[in-house]
């Protein structure tokens, strides 16, 4: 129930294209979803989240798509780029929770 | 732009001893977490803290853990008697004004503890 299950694992994607990142959750109790970035040797960085009283979220280059019903969110980076290159996390916690339960991980790759 | 530090970058340590991790939490933030990370692994929650007391902990925070916030700028995590398995990378965040579930937490670079 406190799991957030994350796929793929790894990911490689040409420069220019659009990568995507998924995710899922059991606990209805969740309703803060951020996704982190961490590049090698840093912590965790806040790179956008959502709640679902949205379908989706953009800023920038970066969007999640929500879906409520399906429990499942996913982080699309648009147009991405080499130095897009990191480990991306999704995330899910309660408001007003201290508790964030992470996902495993997708290891992205941009080809220049 | 403010950051969280942590101290030191690495420890090593031998099996059985105790190790204290510090972090430095952004100055004017009021809820602190420890989390770790197993090498290639997802990032675990281990406790947070509020109001110089544990607000919420996990499963692996068991007596072997301890958290203090010994003065008004420091938040250590102290492991009392290492074990193998708590070889990870350990990470301190802290967030500004409400808990985690509700506001953007700052993540520090982390200490790679190496338990031999």
């Known amino acids: 129930q406190q799991q957030v299950k994350q796929s793929p694992q790894s990911l490689i994607v040409q420069k220019g294209g659009i990568s995507i990142i998924n995710c899922a959750y059991e606990?209805?109790?969740?309703?803060?979803f951020p996704w982190y970035q961490q590049f090698p040797g840093k912590g965790p960085a806040l790179l956008i989240a959502?709640?679902?009283?949205?379908s989706e979220k953009k800023e920038g280059r970066f969007t999640i798509s929500f879906n409520k019903s399906a429990k499942q969110f996913s982080l699309h980076i648009m147009d991405s780029q080499p130095g897009d290159s990191a480990t991306y996390f999704c995330?899910?916690?309660?408001?007003?929770?201290?508790?964030?339960?992470f996902g495993a991980g997708t290891r992205l790759f941009v080809k220049a | 732009e403010p950051e969280v530090t942590q101290t030191p970058s690495h420890q090593v340590t031998q099996m059985g001893q105790e190790v204290i991790l510090r972090c430095v939490p952004i100055s004017n933030h009021l809820y602190f977490y420890w989390y770790r990370q197993i090498l290639g692994q997802k990032v675990e929650f281990l406790v947070s803290?509020?109001?110089?007391?544990?607000?919420?902990k996990s499963e692996i925070f068991d007596d072997q853990f301890s958290v203090e916030r010994p003065d008004g700028s420091n938040f250590t995590l102290k492991i009392r008697s290492t074990k193998l398995e708590d070889s990870a990378m350990y990470f301190c965040?802290?967030?500004?004004?409400?808990?985690?579930?509700?506001?953007?937490?700052?993540f520090g670079p982390g200490t790679r503890l190496t338990v031999l």
């Open positions: 803290f509020y109001n110089n007391e544990i607000s919420e």
């Open positions: 959502i709640r679902p009283d949205v």
């Open positions: 965040a802290s967030s500004l004004q409400l808990p985690a579930g509700t506001d953007t937490q700052y």
């Open positions: 606990n209805t109790a969740f309703d803060y």
């Open positions: 995330a899910a916690s309660k408001s007003g929770g201290f508790k964030t339960i």
